[in-house]
């Protein structure tokens, strides 16, 4: 499954990553306003947070990560 997949795919999951990693700079007002998208997501850590594209990039790549399902066993 691609990044842009799984974001989509688990977007409730991935929105509780960003909040508990990211309060108080991002809100449940911020996420419930942006459409599931890796450089929508990606902007918002940025401007929020003051970091740059590739930093924020690095932090929705570590969430993914985080929240992607195991393969079988």
Not at 8 to 19: G, I, N, P
Not at 36 to 45: E, G, N
Request: charged share 40%; glycine share 2%.
């Amino acid at each position: 499954m691609s990044t842009i997949d799984m974001l989509k795919e688990r977007w409730d999951d991935v929105r509780s990553a960003v909040k508990e990693r990211f309060s108080p700079k991002i809100t449940d007002d911020d996420l419930a306003n942006i459409v599931p998208d890796y450089d929508v997501l990606c902007d918002l850590i940025g401007s929020r947070c003051n970091v740059s594209k590739k930093k924020a990039e690095d932090e929705v790549r570590k969430i993914l990560d985080q929240i992607r399902p195991m393969g079988p066993s």
